[in-house]
């Protein structure tokens, strides 16, 4: 089966090559390599290709610098989804496309459900629910949207990266307590979509993360120590909870995002606990 990858430098898309199944022929492309927003690139590299399916973990993911640049959010977001899902379509392709828990406005006291009510706060948000609906109208019953949340990996630009780095530099953080959501490690997030592709009875929104609930300082303070556990920190970093208003971002961002994953592990798919899979994460970043 030919797969293609687009956002292969991105977290999720490295992993995707790292935990490709064997049978897969993985074609993929950077947002170097190939824009989604390109209508006529994305074509012509369909015509091209002619994959069975496809991943798309191209994403503009910058929440606080997309309220400046909307458009170029809403090209990668929105417009980028609706031309794979066009494209897929017309070559007879599945689609699973990755999105986000900043379609919700995180006004909600349970778990999130796929079908709830979308409400972004932002335009980061706005721009995702936008590519949700376009894949969703332009290809049916033929697409998987995948919600996920708090993204990271042991490469790329992300929190727990964050704060290895100021921890070692300054040995005392901050961290907002009241933006609760759930910590999710790239490897799994990709073995999963792998398996939506091995398995084309999976259809429509779907929400997946590690299990449990943190805010960002219990994330933080469970990085402080399991890193000094494994030597990646010293022992003793100081974190201290905030509140929101206390750390003025442009974006507003959801003071509840917790996915409601039961559709997904019905069909057999069990998350491990986020704390596991942060120090599964750690482990590859302290052994290089």
Known sequence: MRVLITGAGGQVGRLLGATCPEGIERVAFTHAELDIGDADAVRRTFEHIQPAAVINAAAYTAVDKAESEPARARRINGEGPSHLAVSAAACGARLIHVST????????????????????????????????????????????????AWVYA???????HTMLRLMRERGAVRVVADQVGTPTAARPLAEV??????????????????AGVASWYDFAVAIAEEGAALGLLPSGVEVTPIATEDYRTPARRPAYSVLDKRSLMTLGFHPAHWRQRLRDTLKEIAHG
């Open 193 to 210: 979509l792998w398996h939506m592709v091995m398995r084309p009875e999976i259809g429509a929104i779907h929400h997946w993360t590690d």
């Open 154 to 160: 042991a490469q790329g630009k992300n929190f727990v």
């Open 101 to 148: 828990d900043f379609v919700f406005d995180g006004t909600a006291s349970s778990p999130y459900r796929p079908e709830a009510h979308p409400n972004p706060l932002g335009v980061y948000g706005a721009s995702s629910l936008e590519g949700e609906r376009a894949v969703l109208e332009a290809l049916p019953d033929r697409s998987v949207i995948v919600r996920t």
